[in-house]
């Protein structure tokens, strides 16, 4: 769910004070003053104030761990049926945490592991959801001559089992009497002679009004006028009692004759209809209309054919009031005969999508209740419990708010605790919300949500040491980033209140925090620096809102241009060349945002701000921009690489490696080149392919290009002759890539120094990284590979306090402990970044910590969790078998 859930008690006090319209009505753009936006203290605390956290409709469990490991141990034994729902609680599990690859790889593995149609259906249009604006990338691939409709239809009348014996009955007959071998039925005025045994064997009423103790079994002409059948019908009928099958039925008769098996109980005969009109469903329309006859006549197959037709066509068939009216209404029974025992599958990919739509929606409201009905654990049950607690919370409907809650509560979810607390306050009992956040932070392992919903119940040092305490046990949240920072503005201390918002936007590109920066600079007038915010802010969502969606990011951007001197297009690559330099991802997306407004050739802009995207860890947003690369691109060559590129990113290594030598072929150019040997080094194990690799950066550097790109294919030279033992070339490469400022290869140069035993030159050749970087986390963990033991330390103190999530340092300092003897403390290292971040690698650690301490049950329960991260890693799957044997009894 992408929505963002504001906090009811939040909207009474955000950004009140502050009026877009002051910079709407200012003539040609032209900005006031910051002062004019504020002239009293109030007016300006209001302008900075940030919104409370929201309560996010997760599952979020007090230990994820125990949790993931439980899901981990039930899928090694339980049924087959089971697997599919087992991997869409990992999924939120993981969704609560914020692990997006982890999310999409548990609804693949739910997918695979579907034990029905109805489940692959579900988990099918639920990827092809996440999915959404990836078309062009099936294209391609299909292009390439490689199928990609992996979540494509499915045959459904295939999936369903068929028993040809179910409503066949062996002819019995009356005892004294001789019954005709024809029977004629009548119809109106018509009458459809038929074969007296066959039409018995079609069903137990059929044979015992025929062959039993019935006085039609005497009759020869028997009247049928009043059973919804027409004598086209029951001809149908009647040929299929011979030939066991229907041929070229209209869909009306069809329907017609289903109805009549269904009365008269010929399970074959409704069977077939059922099939036969399953196949015919060809549009929405079709299948809102059949969906009702499948109900009417517990007709499975149609009723899956139908929800195919709805769920290929999420999210737009939700804006369709008949199709939501059948999933709002469905109860228990029609539930089984659409979507058999995947019910509660089926409404959390309904309610996500709803989500998406309108969170405040009576659409999602009637989903969730369906979700709750169709809940069969207590784990089900708290998630939908929650959900729907939130959505009542946000629509203000308080009461029903309290109860879901509560609910969930009951059923186990601590965080549900966070609604209650919010609903206390908004009654005025402030003290009993603080003192429900207390109870849970001593009756729990103490999360960082924990700390940060019991400050918005307090005031002063309080708030600030709860504040201080939620970003140390979860530097993730973003609200005490802003809270501080705004606090801090409030007191006329601007450098302190930018450096605390700096310290989350070095590792975590959030928007809200982007916006915060944003106004900070504007209260000191950087116009400068606010606009590479906000121009940031539109390269990752061009239609953001700011302001509590008050105003457009994008009219902001157009009012504060006006006080930003213009550059020339060689200003602008100097300005981009100086940021890249710099590695100031922030600073380059902006001035390449800049440059696509002027003449500059856009396919190579786009390109550039995807290779920004990704290193700022924004996959959906890189990808957007390198098929609007594509989209941009001025020959067929460049085409080429662009969609080279957005195969080698989506996985699809082989088929960007084709179209790099399709465009070589076209056009010897440098990124054909460089796409070729990037993709090459990384598919092939073959250790001979490095001097092909060599070859093409060689043949990439002779090509035009700017100096940005030629200092990554020095780069990456570089790296290649390290790997092959040839460090005096490597040497040359590095050199020659920094006489251009390309800033990274300090990293190469200072590799290339500890290889040759020249360990102080190395560490100096990285500090020289880390003096010229903005950003330079990675910079400080590489150097302390460098040094001893104390200075290895501090330099992993930086790079926790710079990116937290980083987890090298937590592994190293825990390793260090645990050779002191330190066994705890070792553990609890480790477990301060697992609290946070499901890391495969942290709970390898503290699996085999727990393991060497004898404690096989926390051994256990980490190596279980560890594979619930990757199920294929061998090392943890030797650990999981070792320590499963140790616990045998």
């Known amino acids: ?48 104030k940030v919104p409370e956290p929201s309560i996010l409709p997760y599952y979020k469990p007090a230990d994820y761990v125990g949790v993931l490991a439980q899901i981990h141990e039930e899928l090694e034994s339980c049924p087959v049926q089971k697997r599919s729902g087992l991997y869409l609680l990992q999924f939120q599990i993981f969704r609560g945490l914020g692990e997006a690859k982890l999310m999409r790889r548990s609804l693949r593995k739910a997918w695979q592991k579907a034990s029905s149609v109805h489940e692959k259906l579900v988990f099918g249009a639920w990827l092809r959801y996440e999915k959404q604006g990836e078309e062009l990338i099936s294209d391609l691939l299909a292009n390439c001559d490689k199928c990609a409709q992996e979540f494509g239809p499915v045959d459904i009348a295939s999936q369903f089992q068929t028993d040809r014996n179910v409503g066949s009955h062996e002819t019995v007959l009356m005892s004294g009497n001789q019954i005709p071998g024809h029977v004629a039925f009548r119809i109106g005025e018509e009458k459809i002679v038929c074969d007296r045994h066959r039409i018995a064997a079609l069903s137990a009423p059929f044979h015992a009004m025929l062959n039993g103790f019935f006085m039609e079994s005497l009759c020869e002409e028997i009247d049928l006028s009043e059973n919804n059948i027409s004598p086209s019908g029951m001809r149908v009928i ?27 109980c010929c399970e074959n005969l409704k069977d077939v209809c059922d099939r036969k009109l ?12 059949l969906m009702e006859y499948a109900f009417e006549e517990n007709s499975p197959v149609l009723a899956a054919s139908c929800l195919q037709v709805f769920l290929h066509e999420l999210p737009d068939c939700l804006n369709d009031n008949q199709v939501v009216k059948l999933f709002c209404d469905a109860d228990r029974r029609q539930r089984s005969i659409m979507v058999g025992l995947a019910s ?4 959390c990919l309904l309610t996500e999508v709803a989500m998406n739509l309108d969170p405040q929606s009576d659409t999602i409201v009637s989903f969730l209740e369906q979700l709750i009905d169709s809940a069969e654990t207590d784990r089900q049950r708290l998630l939908a419990f929650h959900q729907l607690g939130c959505v009542r919370f946000l629509r203000k409907e308080y009461e029903e708010a309290e109860r879901l809650f509560e609910a969930a509560v009951n059923a186990g979810h601590t965080y549900s605790i966070a609604g209650l607390a919010r609903l206390g306050y908004i009654k005025g009992h402030k003290r009993s919300s603080y003192e429900k956040l207390s109870s849970v932070i001593s009756s729990f392992t103490p999360l960082g949500w924990m700390y940060q919903e019991r400050s918005l119940y307090c005031e002063g040092d309080k708030k600030w040491e709860d504040l201080v305490k939620a970003t140390t046990l979860d530097p993730t949240l973003t609200y005490p980033y802003m809270y501080r920072a705004a606090s801090l503005m409030m007191k006329q201390n601007v450098e302190d209140a930018l450096a605390e918002i700096n310290r989350v936007l070095g590792f975590k590109l959030a928007l809200e925090c982007l916006e915060l920066r944003f106004c900070l600079y504007l209260a000191q007038e950087n116009y400068q620096k606010a606009i590479c915010d906000v121009q940031a802010i539109l390269t990752l969502s061009p239609n953001y809102r700011m302001f509590e969606g008050r105003v457009a990011a994008l009219h902001l951007r157009t009012l504060v241009r006006e006080h930003i001197e213009n550059w020339t297009t060689a200003d602008f690559w100097l300005q981009l060349y100086d940021r890249w330099s710099s590695v100031d991802d922030i600073g380059s997306l902006s001035v390449i945002y800049q440059m696509l407004e002027s003449d500059a050739p856009k396919g190579v802009l786009y390109f550039r701000q995807s290779l920004l995207l990704l290193r700022l860890n924004c996959p959906e947003a890189a990808m957007r921009s390198l098929q609007l690369a594509r989209q941009h691109a001025s020959t067929d060559h ?35 080149f460089f796409l070729k040997a990037y993709a090459l080094a990384d598919s092939s194990q073959d250790p001979s392919c ?115 999530l980083r987890v090298y340092p937590y592994r190293y300092r825990a390793a260090v402990l645990m050779d002191s003897h330190k066994e705890k403390e070792a553990i609890e290292e480790l477990s301060r970044a697992i609290a946070f971040k499901a890391d495969l ?15 096989v049950l926390g051994a256990l329960r980490d190596c279980r969790a560890a594979l619930s991260v990757d199920p294929n890693d061998q090392e943890m799957l030797d650990l999981h078998s070792r320590v499963y044997s140790s616990h045998e009894p």
Not at 239 to 248: A, D, I, P, R, W
Not at 278 to 289: C, G, K, N, P
């Open 238 to 264: 009647s040929e299929f009692s011979v030939t066991g099958s229907l041929n070229e039925v209209p869909p009306n008769l069809l329907l017609e004759i289903l109805v009549f098996a269904n009365k008269f």
């Open 841 to 855: 690698h942290l709970l390898h650690l503290r699996a085999a910590f727990h393991e060497h301490v004898g404690d």
């Open 690 to 804: 490095s001097s092909t690799v060599v070859s093409l950066l060689e043949d990439a550097l002779r090509c035009p290009s700017d100096r940005l790109r030629k200092g990554q294919a020095l780069n990456n030279l570089g790296s290649v002759y390290v790997d092959c033992g040839k460090l005096d070339l490597a040497a040359d490469c590095y050199i020659n890539a920094l006489k251009i400022r390309h800033t990274r290869a300090h990293q190469g140069l200072a590799r290339v120094h500890f290889l040759r035993n020249e360990k102080v030159a190395a560490y100096e050749e990285m500090g020289k990284l880390i003096e010229k970087a903005q950003n330079n986390a990675s910079a400080y963990e590489k150097r302390s590979e460098y040094c001893d033991r104390e200075l290895t330390k501090a330099d992993l103190e930086t790079v926790t306090k710079l990116d937290p």
């Open 278 to 289: 399953a196949s015919l469903v060809s549009s929405r329309e079709d299948a809102i209309e």
């Open 344 to 347: 509660f599958s089926l409404y």
């Open 1 to 48: 769910m992408r929505t963002f859930f504001p906090s009811d008690s939040c909207k009474e006090s955000q950004l009140n004070g502050f009026n877009p319209q002051s910079w709407l009505q200012v003539e040609r753009g032209k900005l006031p003053k910051l002062s004019s936006l504020y002239s009293s203290s109030s007016s300006k605390e209001s302008f900075i």
């Open 638 to 672: 460049e085409c080429l690489v662009y969609e080279g590129w957005i195969l080698y990113d989506t996985g699809h290594c082989e088929e960007g490696l084709r179209k790099a030598e399709e465009s070589i072929q076209i056009k010897r150019s440098f990124e054909a």
